[in-house]
Each structure stands twice: as structure tokens, then as C-alpha cells.
């Protein structure tokens, strides 16, 4: 059985084959209907079974100790974040988390989760805050963000914070491993202008990747091949309409001192 065979056959995509064949670790669910399917039995299950819950436990991160605040979808990305050796983002709105100043991602939490307790606020700013580490541990995250305009003008909190914010972004800009664009509002329509996405891609002899999509009710995983040429193709096009790195570090330092 070939993996689109598989893949045709469990109602998946041939790259979710793909991703577990060469490496990738999968959940004991996925591993049942694997077994299922390949007619796995007696010892060989058994054994395949208890390797996997094994994986699953020695897999568990610093974010499982806030299972009750995260959605799952949320923490799956988190989780494949941490083992990603890069991620590249198109970010309409507002400044990506792994970029948020604690004060910042304060405010908008708090203004998109509404009537939420303080203490849920309080926990999902750590959560952030602690992703963010990812940006400068040891062997850090690669990362790429081409940032809309917009995300500059649009002032969240006191005038104070959002020099802050904008402050922070023109620092971070300056690591060796962040890559920071701005996409200004004169380069009119653009190939991303209907929606933001995240390019999450895991080391290994055969990378793979996954696009993560986030709206107002769930988050959203895209695994098929094809689909992803596409996220990437559009990312690359917004990179060279985008202004350049120092040009948009420039422009992040003059909009701060604007604010007053």
C-alpha cells in the first residue's frame, strides 16, 4: 500500500502520511487507525502502542500546565512550535505574539476574549511571554514576519504602551534569527490581503510543514501539499513587495517617536 493509498483509505492527507512516515511523532489515536489499517495484531500492537504512549509522555511541554486555559488547537501549534527549526508569518492586524510586550498582549487578549476573567487574561499573557523564549534559547527559532501597515497605526492601549510595543519590535528586529518587513499601505491589493497565516516548518533530513490559521471561534491546520505551495508562494510575493529590513526597522523607529 502506497502512503496515498493510506491516505485515501483513513481520510487524510498523503503529507499527514508523509510527516509520520518520516519521523514525525503521532498520537496513539492516529497510531490505532494506522494499526487498524495495516492489520497490526497481538505483541507487535502491544509493543507499538506502549512506544507511543512513552513518546507521548517524554513529549509533553511547559504548556500542558495550562491545558485549561488553552484551546486545543492553540496548544497543538504552541507544540509544534517548539519543535520547529523556522515560521514565517503575514500579520494584518497585530503585532504576532512571539513579538508582544507583556502590556501589549495584555490589552488585546483582554479586548478579544471580552468577558473573561483576570486571572484567564493573566494566564494566556504568560503563555505568550513564555513562547517567546523559542526566539532566544540556544538553537533559536527562524523567524520571518512581513507585517501590514496597519499594525503600526492601529494604537492599542495608552500611547506610552504602544511606543513600547514599537520599540520592542525594532529591537527584536536586530537578532540575527528575526527577519521583520513591513507591507505599507501604498502597495494597494496585495496576494494576502484576505487573511494572516503562520508557515511552521520542523527540522529534519525531509522538512515539513504546516500552516496554522487562526479566526474568532478555532484554529485550523493545513497539511495538504499543494496548498501550502500556495501559503508559500504568497509569502515570498509579500516579501518582495514589502519594504526592506532596515528601511522597515527605520520606519518601526519613527513611528514610535511619533507617539506621545
Do not use: C
Request: net charge negative; no cysteine.
Amino acid at each position: 500500500m502506497t502512503g496515498e493509498e493510506a491516505a485515501a483509505q483513513l481520510g487524510w492527507s498523503a503529507s499527514k502520511v508523509s510527516r509520520i512516515e518520516t519521523g514525525q511523532a503521532v498520537g496513539t489515536a492516529d497510531l490505532g487507525r494506522l494499526l487498524d489499517l495495516y492489520e497490526v495484531t497481538g505483541f507487535d500492537r502491544d509493543a507499538l502502542n506502549h512506544l507511543a504512549r512513552s513518546v507521548e509522555e517524554h513529549r509533553r511541554g511547559w504548556w500542558d500546565a495550562y491545558a485549561d486555559t488553552l484551546g486545543h488547537g492553540y496548544a497543538e501549534m504552541i507544540k509544534l512550535e517548539a519543535g520547529a527549526k523556522s515560521e514565517r508569518q503575514y500579520v494584518p492586524t497585530l503585532v504576532p505574539g512571539l513579538l508582544q510586550t507583556a502590556a501589549y498582549a495584555t490589552e488585546i487578549i483582554r479586548s478579544s476574549l471580552l468577558d473573561a476573567p483576570e486571572d484567564e487574561i493573566r494566564q494566556r499573557v504568560l503563555v505568550r511571554t513564555k513562547r517567546q523564549r523559542e526566539l532566544t534559547k540556544g538553537d533559536p527559532l527562524e523567524l520571518a514576519v512581513v507585517l501590514d501597515e496597519a499594525v503600526l497605526r492601529r494604537e492599542v492601549g495608552r500611547p506610552e504602551l504602544m511606543k513600547e510595543q514599537l520599540s520592542h519590535l525594532a529591537e527584536m528586529a536586530d537578532l540575527p534569527n528575526i527577519t521583520l518587513q513591513v507591507l505599507l499601505f501604498t502597495n494597494g491589493p496585495h496576494p494576502g490581503i484576505t487573511t494572516g497565516f503562520t508557515i511552521l516548518q520542523s527540522p529534519g533530513v525531509i522538512a515539513t510543514e504546516v500552516v496554522y490559521l487562526e479566526n474568532l471561534t478555532k484554529e485550523l491546520f493545513v497539511w495538504d501539499s499543494n496548498e501550502i505551495v500556495r501559503y508559500s508562494r504568497t509569502f515570498d510575493s509579500l516579501r518582495e513587495i514589502a519594504l526592506e529590513p532596515a528601511e522597515s526597522i527605520a520606519l518601526i523607529a519613527r513611528t514610535a517617536k511619533q507617539l506621545r
